[in-house]
């Protein structure tokens, strides 16, 4: 039986994000195939994350890609693209923890082109006079992420219905984002 690589992956992003902990017996539990199977595919813990590594950033990528994250308002470029990151939210919010402790000196050249691309809005949206210019392009870009992770954890644990998940993110960080008339 040919084990499907993508299933794979998914189920260990959708236990790993509610048990970071868990062990590669209970990834491959939930992946319904073998320890075996799965070490077959992935040697080790390691190679399972970077795997998982790779496809975030083929989604994060894919996500400013759908959002056209250049294109018109910023303001409503950061509401595309928040509902674009929405099916991979899961993946993210653990990928943004695991990240924390693993990458260590040196960060994935994919990540960076990611973080340049949301600085980048965030940027022309300051440019544009939409957004305050007294928080960073990078600081903003944090808080997204941030509060990309929060919102998936909080739909995933039932605290917030996963409807709300876009229209949260983005009255937050956009209430805090968005350049206000001087009195």
């Given at each position: 039986m040919a084990v499907d690589r993508d299933h794979v992956l998914r189920a260990a992003a959708?236990?790993?994000?509610?048990?970071?902990?868990?062990?590669?017996?209970?990834?491959?539990?939930?992946?319904?195939?073998?320890?075996?199977?799965?070490?077959?595919h992935f040697a080790g813990r390691d190679a399972l994350v970077r795997a998982l590594e790779s496809l975030g950033i083929a989604e994060c990528e894919s996500a400013l890609d759908t959002a056209r994250a250049d294109e018109g308002p910023a303001a409503d470029a950061v509401r595309r693209l928040v509902r674009a990151f929405e099916p991979s939210a899961a993946l993210l919010a653990f990928l943004y923890t695991e990240n924390q402790?693993?990458?260590?000196?040196q960060q994935n050249a994919g990540w960076t082109r990611i973080d340049e691309r949301i600085s980048a809005l965030f940027r022309r949206g300051q440019e544009s006079g939409e957004f305050r210019i007294d928080l960073t392009p990078a600081w903003l870009t944090e808080a997204l992420y941030?509060?990309?992770?929060?919102?998936?954890?909080?739909?995933?644990?039932?605290?917030?219905?996963?409807?709300?998940?876009?229209?949260?993110?983005?009255?937050l960080?956009?209430?805090?984002?968005?350049?206000?008339?001087?009195s």
């Open positions: 959708a236990l790993l994000t509610r048990k970071s902990t868990a062990t590669m017996d209970e990834v491959a539990k939930a992946a319904g195939i073998s320890r075996a199977t799965l070490h077959r402790l693993f990458e260590g000196e941030g509060l990309l992770a929060s919102g998936a954890w909080a739909v995933l644990e039932g605290r917030v219905a996963a409807k709300d998940f876009t229209f949260m993110i983005t009255e960080l956009l209430g805090g984002a968005l350049r206000r008339e001087e």
